[in-house]
């Protein structure tokens, strides 16, 4: 048997890698539909750390990095993080080879965030532990398309995230020195759905857990808050996609369910004015990116260009 010309080894190698790609989690579909799979399934991988970045913001105690103090003071606050998102457009069949763009939208998520004292530590600050709370809102009507599952934790059309975590301090706010911490947070948010088969080609459900680290230095001078510090963040979650594909009525297409995992570093900046108790500060931060082996090219999503985020909050301490 004459062995194959070089030209056709590697075209064939080429086709039998691009229909693995494709076939790993969509091989309930084929043709078209196959390709519109794998496209639904590339967006969620997109997507999701954008999510995760929207409800974990920077700060977790919004315009400082000192710890509170031990027993007896609290702080509680009222904040709104906002991060650009792409989606792609849901009437994408699977005939071309760049899936178009289709909403993008600076999406806001509300938050009411707390930290409580419960050890004061040592004299310098080391050791103090502070215990934080978060409630997490993401509106579904921030996008067309957009709904929470209907057995998902809810307040009316809005998803309803909880957090949890810790704060321990390394040095207390002294003279020329910052107050400096480092805290753990683990938040998630119920499954949101994009799109919908009985309309559009495609829909796909997703749900997040996110593990927040950060390290925060901050100063106060006179009536100016600063704070500033770097971030780690994995994001994990399971997906769902499902395709419109054409079958008789009786028949439902298959969902095809996968699992998410990524991880993003950050950094961020905090600036505010101080009066008494209460602080007013505004949040610019930096998402780093990465590069996810996406196998759908999309126009305007990138995934290894990083992405900054905002947030503007009002917080009270004694």
Same mark, same amino acid.
């Given at each position: 048997?004459?062995?194959?010309?070089?030209?056709?080894?590697?075209?064939?190698?080429?086709?039998?890698?691009?229909?693995?790609?494709?076939?790993?989690?969509?091989?309930?579909?084929?043709?078209?539909?196959? =390709? %519109?799979?794998?496209?639904? @399934?590339?967006?969620? !991988?997109?997507?999701?750390?954008?999510?995760? *970045? &929207? $409800?974990?913001? +920077?700060?977790?105690?919004?315009?400082?990095?000192?710890?509170?103090?031990?027993?007896?003071?609290?702080?509680?606050?009222? =904040? %709104?993080?906002?991060?650009? @998102?792409?989606?792609? !457009?849901?009437?994408?069949?699977?005939?071309? *080879? &760049? $899936?178009?763009? +289709?909403?993008?939208?600076?999406?806001?998520?509300?938050?009411?965030?707390?930290?409580?004292?419960?050890?004061?530590?040592?004299?310098?600050?080391?050791?103090? @532990?502070?215990?934080?709370?978060?409630?997490?809102?993401?509106?579904?009507?921030?996008?067309?398309?957009?709904?929470?599952d209907e057995d998902a934790r809810r307040i009316g059309?809005?998803?309803?995230?909880?957090?949890?975590?810790?704060?321990?301090?390394?040095?207390?706010?002294?003279?020329?020195?910052?107050?400096?911490?480092?805290?753990?947070?683990?938040?998630?948010?119920?499954?949101?759905?994009?799109g919908d088969v009985a309309a559009d080609e495609f829909?796909?459900?997703?749900?997040?857990?996110?593990?927040?680290?950060?390290?925060?230095?901050?100063?106060?001078?006179?009536?100016?808050?600063?704070?500033?510090?770097?971030?780690?963040?994995?994001?994990?979650?399971?997906?769902?996609?499902?395709?419109?594909?054409?079958?008789?009525?009786?028949?439902?297409?298959?969902?095809?369910?996968?699992?998410?995992?990524?991880?993003?570093?950050?950094?961020?900046?905090?600036?505010?004015?101080?009066?008494?108790?209460?602080?007013?500060?505004?949040?610019?931060?930096?998402?780093?990116?990465?590069?996810?082996?996406?196998?759908?090219?999309?126009?305007?999503?990138?995934?290894?260009?990083?992405?900054?985020?905002?947030?503007?909050?009002?917080?009270?301490?004694?």
């Open positions: 048997m004459r062995p194959a010309p070089l030209c056709c080894t590697v075209a064939l190698a080429f086709a039998a890698s691009t229909l693995h790609a494709q076939a790993a989690e969509c091989g309930a579909y084929s043709g078209d539909s196959q =390709r %519109v799979c794998t496209a639904a @399934v590339d967006a969620t !991988r997109s997507v999701h750390p954008l999510l995760g *970045a &929207i $409800v974990s913001g +920077g700060n977790p105690v919004l315009g400082t990095g000192s710890p509170l103090g031990g027993p007896g003071h609290f702080s509680v606050t009222a =904040r %709104v993080n906002a991060i650009e @998102v792409v989606l792609p !457009r849901l009437s994408y069949d699977g005939s071309s *080879a &760049i $899936v178009p763009r +289709g909403q993008k939208v600076f999406a806001p998520a509300p938050q009411i965030e707390a930290a409580v004292g419960v050890y004061g530590g040592l004299p310098s600050g080391l050791l103090a @532990v502070d215990l934080l709370g978060s409630a997490q809102l993401l509106p579904a009507g921030v996008f067309d398309d957009l709904r929470v059309d809005v998803a309803l995230g909880l957090g949890f975590g810790a704060r321990v301090g390394i040095l207390n706010e002294t003279g020329p020195l910052p107050g400096l911490s480092l805290s753990v947070m683990r938040r998630d948010l119920p499954a949101l759905t994009y829909q796909y459900a997703i749900d997040l857990r996110a593990t927040n680290v950060r390290l925060v230095a901050s100063k106060q001078v006179a009536f100016l808050a600063l704070a500033g510090g770097l971030g780690w963040d994995k994001y994990t979650g399971d997906g769902v996609i499902r395709v419109a594909e054409r079958r008789p009525p009786s028949v439902s297409p298959p969902d095809v369910p996968f699992e998410l995992s990524t991880s993003r570093a950050s950094a961020f900046l905090n600036a505010g004015f101080s009066l008494a108790v209460v602080r007013l500060v505004a949040e610019v931060g930096y998402l780093g990116g990465k590069d996810q082996e996406l196998t759908t090219e999309f126009e305007d999503i990138d995934t290894t260009e990083g992405k900054f985020f905002g947030g503007l909050g009002l917080r009270v301490g004694f």
